[in-house]
């Protein structure tokens, strides 16, 4: 809810989430105030929305908010990001990276591409990129050699590919390859590359259109709620994806939702690498800075 300070008439503000499993923790129990409304889709489907004016605020591509860094902002303290694996990003290959020559992209995502690309660009490699949907395997077997792939069905198919977890192993005990087929994750590879965190996601609005607060309050609530009982959201999308409750516990676990230091440094270094040029990041107050300052550049 927006308040007009001189009419003391609600505004309505619209929201557009990405509800991949990794936001379930700030998501899943996030109760709107009034005035707020939201929809959801997939990052490209949010991205456009965003930048169409079908929305106020999503949580988008970082890239997306990178190249309209001239007219977006994002929120300070809130991220979609990791340090090392992801395990949802994920690369399926049948061939050494060195001898890709057909790369399936998917359309869902602008971050993994974009991410793609950088980390093909470090190595000297180029291999054809085209677009197309459907599993991995299936496009591994129609004589793509690479398929990109992101979100909940990645996860689901990375577990199909290298698992099952036994009772002694743990995820990060699992295999990169099993029955020909090689998961490169991309964000182990900008670690590996860079030592960095990767910021796949940000919360980002019109400069001149910033969320009214109890949103962003109501948001810090939420991930406060979804992180401290992280075994019941785990145990309740587990249910969903058809994964084992461990696997989904650790999935969720392993990321870190609040845009801090380490992420803004591998948000930057992606941001030089990726989008050279770009104008200066901006983001909001952080908490508790509402009302001393009105946004700071970073
Ligand atoms: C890690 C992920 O991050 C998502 C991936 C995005 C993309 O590829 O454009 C956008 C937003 C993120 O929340 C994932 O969904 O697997």
Do not use: C
């Given at each position: ?267 930057h270094e992606f941001a030089a690498k990726?989008?050279p ?22």
């Amino acid at each position: 809810m927006s308040q007009s300070a001189s009419t003391g008439r609600l505004t309505p503000y619209r929201a557009g989430w990405i509800h991949f499993t990794n936001v379930a923790p700030i998501l899943d129990s996030l109760v709107l105030p009034p005035g707020v409304t939201a929809i959801t889709g997939v990052p490209t489907q949010m991205n456009a929305a965003l930048l169409s004016g079908q929305v106020d605020i999503a949580n988008i591509s970082a890239v997306e908010f990178i190249r309209n860094a001239d007219v977006l902002e994002a929120l300070p303290d809130f991220s979609v990001a990791v340090l090392g694996p992801v395990y949802s990003v994920n690369l399926f290959h049948t061939r050494p990276l060195e001898e890709l020559r057909r790369v399936a992209l998917t359309a869902q995502s602008a971050m993994s591409v974009a991410l793609l690309e950088v980390l093909l660009r470090e190595r000297g490699l180029s291999p054809t990129l085209e677009r197309a949907e459907g599993e991995a395997e299936a496009l591994l077997a129609q004589g793509f050699d690479g398929v990109l792939r992101i979100g909940d069905s990645a996860l689901r198919e990375w577990y199909g590919v290298v698992g099952p977890l036994t009772p002694e192993t743990t995820m990060t005990g699992l295999p990169h390859a099993a029955r020909g087929i090689t998961v490169t994750d991309l964000a182990e590879e900008w670690f590996r590359l860079t030592g960095h965190p990767f910021t796949f996601a940000v919360w980002a609005y019109r400069k001149d259109n910033p969320p009214p607060p109890e949103l962003v309050q109501a948001m810090r609530e939420a991930r406060r709620d979804g992180i401290g009982h992280l075994a019941d959201v785990a145990e309740r999308h587990a249910r969903k994806l058809g994964l084992p409750e461990r696997v989904v516990q650790h999935y969720l676990w392993n990321f870190r939702y609040h845009l801090e230091a380490p992420d803004r440094l591998g948000l930057h270094e992606f941001a030089a690498k990726a989008v050279p040029g770009h104008a200066p990041l901006t983001f909001g107050p952080r908490p508790g800075e509402e009302r001393t300052r009105s946004s700071a550049a970073d």
